[in-house]
C-alpha cells in the first residue's frame, strides 16, 4: 500500500501478461482442426457475410470453450492466492485440499439422483451443489488439521490428500452406476476438462464470479494475515469472521468452476507463487495477477491438450498436472530448506 | 486510577490451571511491570488483559468497560499487546509492517489517510527507526527488528501498550534502547505500559509498580523500592539477592544472588522445578 516499488511492478507484470493472456486467446480461437484467419474470426464476430461453417467452429466450440477456461483459470487462480492466504501456506490449493474432488462429489451426486428432475435448470444447480460439497470437505479438512488453535501446515496437506482420494473415490464409484451418457460426463469432473462447455455453463458460472469483489476488498486483510493470530488479535481483526467470509466466497468460486470443468488442480498453487515473485507481497495486486496467470495456464494447456494428439483430446487437467506436479514437489523441497 | 482491572480470571491451558481467582488492577499513566520465574503466568496474565486469551472465569475492564463486551475493533483503539516473539515474512517492507497498526483506525481500507500517515511517521522517529523505513525486515538485525514491531504498536494509538518480554534476544544496548523509548512514551504520550521482563533491574529502574508472580498467585505489588528486597525476591525467585542502591538513579540493584533452595538443601525440589519448566 506504500511501497514505491510495486506499483510499477504491478503495471509492468500487467502489461507482460495481459498481451501474453490476448495472444494465447487469439491461437487458441485460430488454430486447431479448423484453421480460421484473423479475417475469418472478425468477419464472423461482426456477423459480415457470415459463413454458418466458422460460425459453428467459433460461437459453438471455439469461443464458448475459451471463455470457460478463462473463467475457470480466473476463478482457480484467485481462490488460490485466498486460501494460501488465510492457510499462510503455500502449499495450500483447493485441489490438494480437496475442495475440488468435495465439489466434484456433490455434483456427481446431484447428477445421479436429481439430473432427471431439474432438466435444462440442472445446469444452473451444479455450482449450488459444488459449493455444498466444497464446504463440506473444508469443514472437514479444519478440523482434522486444527491443532493447538492453529492449522497444522503438515495435516493441512496430508487431510488434504486423503479428502482429495476419499472423494474422488466417491464421485467414480456414483460415475460407475450412471448410465453410460452420464458416465461420459461424470468422468469428466474426475480428471478435469473443458470440453463439453457452452454458453448455458458460462451463463451458470457468471453470478459466482461477483464473489471477487467482496475478496477483492478484503485484500488488505490478507496482507495482514501473514502476521500470527495475536498480533491479528491485537490488531483488532475479527479473524474467525474474516476468515469464514473469506474461505466461503473462495469456495463458492472454486465450486462453480469446478461444476463445469471438474478438478482441475495446481492453478491455485502456481498463480499465487508466480504472482508474489513478481508483485510482492500486496493482495491488491497478488490476485488480479493470479487470475491472469491462471486464465493464462488453463487457456494455454487447453490448446496444447486439445491439439497435441488431434483429433483425440487429452483432458486439460492432465496437462496442467504435467506442470504443476513438479512446481509442487519443487515447493516442497523449497519448504523443507 | 485503574484504566485495566483483572477481576478473580480464571485461565487454563490444555487442562492445566495457569491462574485462578487472580486480580490486578493497572494503574492510568504508569509503567506496571510483571516479573516472576518462568512458567508462573505472567505471560499468560498480559495476553488475558489484552483479549488474546479470554479467561475461564472472570472479568477484564477496559476503562471501566468489560472487555467481552467491547467490539475488538473498539479494543485495538484504546489496547495493544505486542507478543513474545512476532513473526512476519522477512520480505515485508519496515513501513508496510508499521502502517498495519492503522488497522483499527481505517474506514477507507485502500488508502491511507493523513493521519494515518502522520501516525507511522511519528511512530518512525520515535523509536528510531526512520533509516531502515524501506528495508525489507529480513535484513535487520534482531534489536531493529524489535523496534520495528514495537512501532508497529505505537501506530495503533493507543492509551495501554501491553509488551510481552520487549527486550528478550536483544543485546545490552539494544535493551536499554528499547526501554528507553517506552519511558518515553510513558513520561511525554501518556501511555500507560504493562511489560514482562525477566531482568529485575530493568524492572527496577523503569517500572513504577513492579507486580511479583509465582505458580499463578501474586505475591506482592509495589514500588521497586518495595519489590526489590531480599525478602520478597526470595519469595518469588527463591534466591538470596544481594541488593544495593544504583548512585547513578537511585533504584534498587540486584548485583548478585544465590539459590535459596541449594542453601537449604532442598535440591530435589529444585530439580522437580527444573523438570517442569
Known sequence: ?337 | MSILRVENAEARYEGHIIFENLCLDVIKGKITTIIGPNGCGKSTLLKTMGRILKPKVGKVYLQEQDINTLPTQEIAKRLTLLPQNPVAPGELEVEELISYGRYPHRKNISKLTTEDKEKIEWALEITHILPYRNRPLGSLSGGQRQKVWLAMALAQDTTVLLLDEPTTYLDLAHQLDVLQIVENLNQHHQCTVVMVLHDINHAARFSHEIVGMRDGNIIATGSPDEMITVDILKQIFHIDARIMVDPFNGSPVCFGYESALAEEGLELLTKKENVAT
Open chain 1, 1 to 337: 500500500m506504500l511501497s514505491k516499488s510495486t506499483g510499477p511492478r504491478y503495471v509492468k507484470s500487467l502489461l507482460i501478461l495481459i498481451p501474453l493472456f490476448v495472444t494465447i486467446f487469439y491461437i487458441s480461437l485460430t488454430n486447431g482442426t479448423f484453421d480460421l484467419t484473423i479475417n475469418d474470426v472478425i468477419h464472423t464476430l461482426l456477423r459480415i457475410n457470415p459463413v454458418p461453417a466458422h460460425d459453428l467452429v467459433l460461437f459453438d466450440y471455439r469461443l464458448p470453450r475459451i471463455v470457460v477456461a478463462s473463467l475457470v483459470g480466473l476463478g482457480l487462480g484467485i481462490a488460490g492466492a485466498v486460501i494460501q492466504g488465510i492457510t499462510k501456506n503455500g502449499l495450500a490449493d483447493p485441489g490438494i485440499l480437496g475442495i475440488n474432488a468435495g465439489a466434484g462429489a456433490a455434483i456427481v451426486l446431484f447428477l445421479f439422483f436429481f439430473h432427471e428432475q431439474f432438466g435444462s435448470f440442472s445446469v444452473l444447480m451444479q455450482p449450488l451443489f459444488g459449493l455444498i460439497g466444497g464446504l463440506v470437505a473444508a469443514v472437514i479438512i479444519y478440523l482434522l488439521a486444527w491443532k493447538n488453535g492453529r492449522i497444522d501446515t503438515q495435516r493441512l496437506i496430508l487431510t488434504g490428500i486423503a479428502i482429495s482420494s476419499g472423494f474422488g473415490a466417491l464421485a467414480m464409484y456414483l460415475s460407475l452406476k450412471m448410465k453410460a451418457s452420464d458416465f461420459e460426463m461424470a468422468t469428466v469432473w474426475t480428471t478435469g476438462s473443458v470440453y463439453n462447455a457452452n454458453w448455458q455453463s458460462i451463463l451458470a458460472m457468471l453470478p459466482w464470479f461477483l464473489l471477487i469483489i467482496p475478496i477483492y476488498r478484503k485484500s488488505y486483510l490478507l496482507d495482514l494475515f501473514q502476521l500470527e493470530e495475536s498480533s491479528l488479535k491485537s490488531l483488532g481483526v475479527s479473524i474467525e469472521k474474516e476468515k469464514a467470509i473469506l474461505l466461503l466466497s473462495s469456495i463458492g468460486l472454486v465450486s462453480a468452476c469446478v461444476s463445469v470443468s471438474g478438478g482441475i488442480g495446481f492453478i491455485g498453487l502456481m498463480g499465487p507463487h508466480i504472482a508474489k515473485q513478481l508483485v510482492g507481497l500486496q493482495h491488491r495486486y497478488i490476485m488480479p495477477i493470479c487470475g491472469v496467470i491462471g486464465m493464462i495456464l488453463v487457456v494455454a494447456s487447453d490448446f496444447i491438450a486439445k491439439n497435441l494428439f488431434s483429433p483425440a483430446e487429452i483432458s486439460v487437467g492432465i496437462i496442467i498436472s504435467i506442470i504443476g506436479v513438479p512446481y509442487f514437489l519443487y515447493l516442497l523441497l523449497k519448504a523443507r530448506s
